[in-house]
């Protein structure tokens, strides 16, 4: 890991495994669809996410994903890759598919505040994993070149952010989580 000036880290299944139950949040994104009276895309929690803005509901899914996400950040339990981060001599971030104030209370949670020099969550950029902008923006904080940087996550999802990125990209654990 000496080949790189500065690692930024994927939160939830990662650094910790958010306290979320995902099919709950997905049926309460699926009642702001049915309040407003819109037909949903599908029933998958980030098409519904993703499609929001089409239909003038980013705002209300936004908070009923990150009321939930806000939440189970206070009870995560903390996963072993802490113990990599705290050791690092280099710059570290999270970039996160995780709403970014969720990213913060978990941080804090787990005394990883002082640890993680940037943040970057799902609503901190214009767009979300696996689009190349929010790892950018995290490594930018860093003040580091992508080139020289290395993003750590569990999915598919945060390893093909790192390729459009350019950025090394490494696996937590045997492999992709699937998320």
Same mark, same amino acid.
């Given at each position: 890991m000496t080949d790189y000036d500065a690692v930024v880290y994927d939160l939830d299944g990662t650094l910790v495994d958010l306290d979320v139950d995902w099919n709950a949040v997905a049926a309460d994104v699926l009642k702001v669809y049915e309040t407003a009276a819109v037909e949903p895309p599908s029933d998958d929690l980030w098409e519904l996410l993703e499609s929001a803005s089409d239909v003038g509901l980013s705002a209300d899914i936004e908070a009923a994903i990150a009321g939930h996400e806000r939440e189970g950040a206070t009870t995560s339990p903390r996963l072993a890759h802490v113990n990599e981060l705290l050791e690092r001599s280099i710059p570290v971030g999270v970039c996160s598919l995780n709403c970014e104030a969720a990213c913060r209370i978990a941080l804090k949670r787990h005394d990883l505040a002082d640890a993680v020099d940037a943040v970057v969550g799902r609503d901190t950029v214009a767009t979300q994993k696996p689009a190349p902008e929010p790892l950018l923006e995290t490594v930018r904080k860093l003040d580091a070149d992508p080139e020289r940087a290395?993003?750590?996550? /569990?999915?598919?999802? /945060?390893?093909?952010?790192?390729?459009?990125?350019g950025v090394a990209f490494e696996f937590v654990g045997d492999g992709p989580s699937g998320v």
């Open positions: 290395l993003f750590v996550g /569990d999915s598919e999802r /945060d390893r093909l952010t790192a390729k459009r990125a």
